[in-house]
C-alpha cells in the first residue's frame, strides 16, 4: 500500500508524530512541570482522551541537555512492588547511561535488595526488587515506593540537577491500601524538591476524592483537567488528513466527532474505519456506516458486559439508553423496573464506578446532558444497547 492509500489514523499504541494532533496548551504545561524541580501536576480526565499521549509528546520536547524526565504506567501493576519496579526500569532506560555509575548509586541508596537483569530487547541492565517481596505485608511494599523515589531525588540532588516522573494511571496505589496508601504517596513526593511529577489519571470518582479537602492530595498540585479537542479543530483536522491520502470531499469530520462523543479516542476509530471504506463508496456515507461496523464488530465482547451485569443494572442502562426522563422520575422507574429511586441511584452509581456510565460530564465543553443526568462512557455500547436490548421492555428497535 503506498503512501496515499494507507490510513492515516492511529488508534493503537500511543499515539506520536503526525497522528497526534493539538493540546499544545497541555502538552506545554505538563513539559513544565517535568522539568521544574518540587512541581507536583495533577492531570486527570477521562479514558480515551490522549493524556498519556500528551505526556509523552512532552517527553519527547525534553531533549539534552536539559534534566531528564521519564513515564511510569502503573496500569498493570499487581503490587506495589511492581510500582517500584515499573520506575525502577523507567529511570533506569532513561539516565542509565546519562548519570555515571547509575546502577551502583541507585541500589546502593535504595538498600533493598536487588535484582539485575538485561533488557531482553536492548540489553540494557535492568535492576528490580526481590521478587519475595511482593509476598510481604503491603504496608512494607508500600515503603519500598518511597524508598525507590527518595533515592532518585537524592541522586539528582548530588548531581546538581533535577529530575521529571510523570507516573501514569497514579491512583492505583489505591489497591494496596486505600487512602492509608494515597496518604503514603503524599508523604513521599511532598518531600522531594529535586523531583518534578505529573500525576495523571482517569478514574474520576477516585481522584475526586483525592483532591477535595479531606483528601490526600488537597492543596498539594496543582490541577489540569484534561478534556475533549476542540471539536471544530478534530473535525477540521480529521477532513485534512483523509485529503493528504486522496480521500476527496469534506465533511465527513463533522459528523465523524458527533456520532463518536468527547472521547478522542472513539472519534478516531470511526474516522480509521470511515477512510476505510471511502476507498470504495461516498464519502458522506462512511461516517455512520463505520459507526454501525464498530458496534457489530464489537457484539461479542459487549454482550459478555451485558450479560456481567445483574438485572437492575440492565434496567438502568436501558433508561440511560432510552434518555427520555430523569432516572429517578416516577415513568423511568415504573417503566424500567428499577424499585425504590434509591436503589436506582445506588446501581447507577456502580456502573460509573465500573467504568459504563457517566455522569454528568464537565469535560464535554457545552454537550447536551441526557435527561436521566447519566451517560454511556462509550457510544458504541450505548448503540449495541438500543439496538438489541429495548424490545425485550416493548421498545421499537
Known amino acids: 500500500m503506498n ?12 499515539v506520536q ?4 494532533t493539538d493540546r499544545e496548551a497541555e502538552v506545554a504545561r505538563i513539559r513544565r512541570a517535568l522539568t521544574e524541580p518540587g512541581s507536583k501536576l495533577l492531570v486527570y480526565g477521562p479514558r480515551r482522551m490522549g493524556k498519556t499521549s500528551a505526556v509523552l509528546r512532552a517527553l519527547e520536547e525534553i531533549r539534552d541537555p536539559g534534566p531528564p524526565a521519564v513515564l511510569a504506567d502503573l496500569t498493570t501493576a499487581s503490587t506495589p512492588v511492581d510500582m517500584s519496579n515499573r520506575i525502577l526500569t523507567a529511570a533506569t532506560k532513561a ?6 555509575d547509575f546502577i551502583t548509586d541507585l541500589v546502593n541508596r535504595i538498600r533493598i535488595a536487588v535484582s539485575l537483569t538485561p533488557d531482553p530487547v536492548s540489553g540494557t541492565i535492568l535492576p528490580s526488587l526481590d521478587v519475595g517481596l511482593r509476598e510481604h505485608p503491603e504496608d512494607e511494599q508500600r515503603r519500598t515506593l518511597g524508598n525507590v523515589l527518595d533515592a532518585l531525588n537524592e541522586m539528582a540532588l548530588a548531581r546538581g540537577t533535577s529530575l521529571g516522573i510523570a507516573l501514569d494511571e497514579f491512583q492505583e496505589i489505591r489497591k494496596f491500601g486505600g ?22 489519571g482517569s478514574r474520576e470518582h477516585l481522584i475526586q476524592r483525592m483532591i477535595e479537602s479531606d483528601g490526600a492530595l488537597y492543596k ?3 490541577k489540569l483537567a484534561f478534556g475533549p479537542m476542540d471539536p471544530a479543530h478534530l473535525a477540521g483536522w480529521i477532513d485534512a488528513r483523509m485529503a493528504e491520502r486522496g480521500v476527496p470531499g469534506r465533511g465527513a469530520g463533522e459528523r465523524i466527532v458527533q456520532l463518536g462523543g468527547p472521547r478522542t479516542r472513539d472519534v478516531v476509530q470511526i474516522a480509521r474505519r470511515c477512510f476505510d471504506l471511502a476507498r470504495t463508496r461516498p464519502l458522506q456515507e462512511c461516517p455512520e456506516r463505520a ?4 458496534v457489530e464488530e464489537e457484539f461479542d465482547l459487549l454482550r459478555a458486559r451485558w450479560g456481567g451485569l445483574t438485572a437492575l443494572q440492565q434496567n438502568v442502562l436501558r433508561a440511560v439508553a432510552a434518555a427520555r426522563q430523569g432516572l429517578t422520575s416516577r415513568e423511568t422507574l415504573r ?6 429511586s434509591g436503589t436506582a441511584s445506588n446501581a447507577a452509581a456502580a456502573l460509573v464506578t465500573s ?39 416493548g421498545f421499537p428497535a
Request: glycine fraction near 10%; charge should be negative.
Open 220 to 222: 498539594m498540585v496543582d
Open 291 to 294: 459507526f454501525q461496523e464498530i
Open 335 to 340: 417503566r424500567f423496573a428499577l424499585g425504590p
Open 3 to 14: 503512501e496515499t492509500q494507507s490510513n492515516p489514523f492511529q488508534i493503537h499504541g500511543v
Open 17 to 20: 508524530g503526525d497522528a497526534f
Open 95 to 100: 539516565m542509565g547511561t546519562r548519570w555515571q
Open 179 to 200: 487512602s492509608t496508601a494515597e496518604w503514603d504517596l503524599r508523604g513521599v513526593i511532598q518531600r522531594h524538591q529535586a523531583i518534578g511529577y505529573v500525576l495523571a
Open 355 to 393: 467504568g459504563l456510565l457517566v455522569r454528568e460530564d464537565p469535560y464535554t465543553r457545552g454537550r447536551v446532558s441526557t435527561p436521566t443526568g447519566y451517560d454511556f462512557d462509550s457510544p458504541f455500547f450505548r448503540a449495541w444497547v438500543l439496538q438489541n436490548t429495548l424490545t425485550d421492555i
